[in-house]
């Protein structure tokens, strides 16, 4: 598959700060990736990097074929960038400000007024954003972002100051472009709610690339143990090979440590045949104690 944004051997520095330092990775067509990383990480410089707002110090970045720094960027019209502060002039309305930015990527401004609807500013889209709140600015900005269905997409903490009825309408929104083919990038903090949404995770800290893949492929690499919970009836008699090993007693039974996939495996087969085992449940790592993980290996290997 072609990737849509390749950023090859990437260094950016402000003076003293090296805001990145030697980053490399693609994104491809039809798949939503999330970018981790404390403040000072590097996800907005890379950002702006992938817009054309600034350019690497040394390597290469290309955005659907082309250079973003370079003459005229043809394909910025088929980005949307949405960042985590969005600004507006107060004095426009809703409309007013998406017909703007519709002129802007040269697209038709009435293809805009549905946009205003699925994010749930039909009744608010003449009034003047001054009068808006952080949410409907919000949501105004992912409007703007949506216009004329890009091909890749950046947003940055997109659902700060979202209620969950429309968090779950802007994920909606995303998968339907998603499945159209379109690259998304999301930079967050909210672990939780990409865990079960990112199909890749690029873990950023201190300017570095420090893990990159799918959720399988990062708990496969950092090893951390998968949590089996069995629950068993009281007074019953248990097999040994579900008490062996590392494991923690519960009120209930037992938590054991399953160091890899095939174990878990074994585990779960000799849990299904023992009939003093009424409740089994599985935790994998999550992306928080993953991004945990990783952040701290290249902290103790710097």
Same mark, same amino acid.
């Given at each position: 598959?072609?990737?849509?944004?390749?950023?090859?051997?990437?260094?950016?520095?402000?003076?003293?700060? $090296?805001?990145?330092?030697?980053?490399?990775?693609?994104?491809? &067509?039809? *798949?939503?990736? /999330?970018?981790?990383?404390?403040?000072?990480?590097?996800?907005? =410089?890379?950002?702006?990097?992938?817009?054309?707002?600034?350019?690497?110090?040394?390597?290469?970045?290309?955005?659907?074929?082309?250079?973003?720094?370079?003459?005229?960027?043809?394909? $910025?019209?088929?980005?949307?960038?949405?960042?985590? +502060?969005?600004?507006?002039?107060? /004095?426009?309305?809703? *409309?007013?400000?998406?017909?703007?930015? /519709?002129?802007?990527?040269?697209?038709? &401004?009435?293809?805009?007024? =549905?946009?205003?609807?699925?994010?749930?500013?039909?009744?608010?889209?003449?009034?003047?954003?001054?009068?808006?709140?952080?949410?409907?600015?919000?949501?105004?900005?992912?409007?703007?972002?949506?216009?004329? $269905?890009? *091909?890749?997409?950046?947003?940055?903490?997109?659902? !700060?100051?979202?209620?969950?009825?429309?968090?779950?309408?802007?994920?909606?929104?995303?998968?339907?472009?998603?499945?159209?083919? @379109? !690259?998304?990038?999301?930079?967050?903090?909210?672990?939780?709610?990409?865990?079960?949404?990112?199909?890749?995770?690029?873990?950023?800290?201190?300017?570095?690339?420090?893990?990159?893949? !799918?959720? @399988?492929?990062?708990?496969?690499?950092?090893?951390?143990?998968? *949590?089996?919970?069995?629950?068993?009836?009281?007074?019953?008699?248990?097999? &040994?090979?579900?008490?062996?090993?590392?494991?923690?007693?519960?009120?209930?039974?037992?938590?054991?440590?399953?160091?890899?996939?095939?174990?878990?495996?074994?585990?779960? $087969?000799?849990?299904?045949?023992? &009939?003093?085992?009424?409740?089994?449940?599985?935790?994998?790592?999550?992306?928080?104690?993953?991004?945990?993980?990783?952040? +701290?290996?290249?902290?103790?290997?710097?």
């Amino acid at each position: 598959m072609s990737a849509t944004v390749s950023v090859a051997g990437v260094v950016k520095n402000y003076r003293a700060v $090296r805001a990145l330092r030697d980053v490399s990775f693609e994104l491809v &067509p039809g *798949r939503l990736s /999330a970018l981790v990383g404390h403040n000072g990480a590097g996800k907005t =410089t890379l950002i702006k990097l992938m817009l054309g707002l600034i350019r690497p110090d040394r390597g290469a970045i290309r955005v659907l074929g082309e250079d973003p720094a370079v003459g005229d960027f043809s394909a $910025r019209r088929l980005l949307g960038y949405l960042p985590e +502060n969005v600004a507006f002039n107060a /004095a426009l309305t809703g *409309r007013e400000t998406l017909t703007f930015y /519709a002129r802007l990527k040269q697209i038709k &401004p009435s293809t805009a007024w =549905t946009l205003l609807d699925r994010v749930g500013l039909a009744d608010a889209a003449d009034r003047r954003v001054g009068t808006y709140s952080k949410g409907m600015r919000q949501r105004l900005g992912l409007a703007q972002a949506l216009l004329g $269905r890009p *091909r890749v997409l950046l947003l940055d903490e997109p659902t !700060t100051g979202l209620d969950p009825a429309l968090r779950q309408t802007f994920y909606d929104i995303l998968n339907e472009l998603r499945d159209d083919g @379109a !690259t998304i990038l999301i930079s967050s903090h909210a672990l939780n709610e990409l865990e079960d949404r990112a199909e890749h995770v690029l873990i950023m800290n201190r300017g570095l690339l420090v893990a990159h893949g !799918t959720l @399988a492929e990062l708990r496969s690499i950092s090893q951390l143990p998968i *949590r089996v919970s069995l629950d068993f009836a009281p007074g019953a008699s248990i097999a &040994p090979a579900l008490t062996n090993g590392a494991s923690v007693a519960t009120a209930r039974g037992r938590v054991l440590m399953v160091p890899d996939e095939a174990r878990k495996m074994d585990v779960l $087969r000799v849990a299904a045949g023992d &009939p003093a085992v009424t409740n089994i449940e599985i935790a994998a790592p999550t992306l928080d104690e993953l991004y945990a993980h990783f952040l +701290n290996t290249q902290e103790s290997a710097a």
